[in-house]
């Protein structure tokens, strides 16, 4: 079984709500990964959690807050966004972080901020 | 010079024909290779990956890397109007935690 689960599927907030996507797998993957996918371009790496540590954080804005509750789990805290972030949202998962280990990733959260 | 650089497309090939999709990378110190489909609208999908020189045949799809000439590439026989996608090229090697993307391939395969 190689899922990655994700919801919402789309989300729609204003400037000022506070939301938050989930993300879960149940492969014993220790690695987890938020990416930020805009239209027509590949997906940008935001955070990668290892061990349930953050282990990356590629200079996102702190609107943008992760969490790992426990390594099947991987949060993203959204907070007074602007309209530009506006994307698809992927979680990947890996077996433990390697940089030669295979991806898998979610089906995506589809965000609109208005 | 981007790190991993495929040619936008669209790739346009007629239903039953060879696609041949390529992708090149600048960092000698990648391992693995990975390509992903992605149908507009969705998340991506893994088609396959490849550590070694040469082929790895799954089904109609065949990678092939080649290290020296920092190459790999993805050729899929009998194309279908289904395979038409998005093709992502990734990265990655040791010592790095995520993958670096190309920019992608768009497929078209005509009826």
């Known amino acids: 079984d190689t899922e990655v689960t994700q919801t919402p599927k789309h989300l729609v907030m204003g400037m000022t709500n506070k939301k938050s996507l989930k993300c879960e797998q149940h492969m014993g993957h220790r690695a987890m990964y938020w990416y930020k996918q805009k239209a027509k371009k590949p997906p940008e790496l935001m955070f990668v959690y290892s061990y349930e540590k953050l282990s990356i954080n590629e200079s996102v804005p702190s609107r943008f807050s992760p969490e790992c509750p426990n390594s099947s789990l991987l949060n993203l805290h959204l907070h007074a966004l602007q309209p530009e972030d506006s994307a698809l949202y992927l979680c990947?998962?890996?077996?433990?972080?390697?940089?030669?280990?295979?991806?898998?990733f979610g089906p995506g959260t589809r965000l609109l901020v208005l | 010079q981007k790190e991993v650089e495929q040619n936008s497309g669209p790739l346009s090939v007629p239903e039953g024909a060879i696609a041949s999709l390529n992708c090149t990378y600048s960092?000698?110190?990648?391992?693995?290779f990975f390509w992903y489909r992605q149908y507009s609208g969705k998340s991506p999908e893994l088609i396959m990956f490849i550590y070694s020189n040469g082929d790895k045949e799954d089904g109609r799809f065949t990678a092939q890397l080649n290290k020296a000439s920092q190459y790999v590439s993805l050729l899929i026989r009998d194309s279908q109007p289904s395979d038409s996608a998005t093709y992502l090229c990734?990265?990655?090697?040791?010592?790095?935690?995520?993958?670096?993307f190309g920019s992608g391939t768009r497929l078209q395969v005509q009826p």
């Open positions: 960092d000698r110190g990648s391992q693995s």
């Open positions: 990734a990265v990655n090697g040791m010592g790095r935690r995520a993958l670096t």
């Open positions: 990947a998962s890996s077996l433990e972080g390697q940089g030669t280990e295979t991806q898998y």
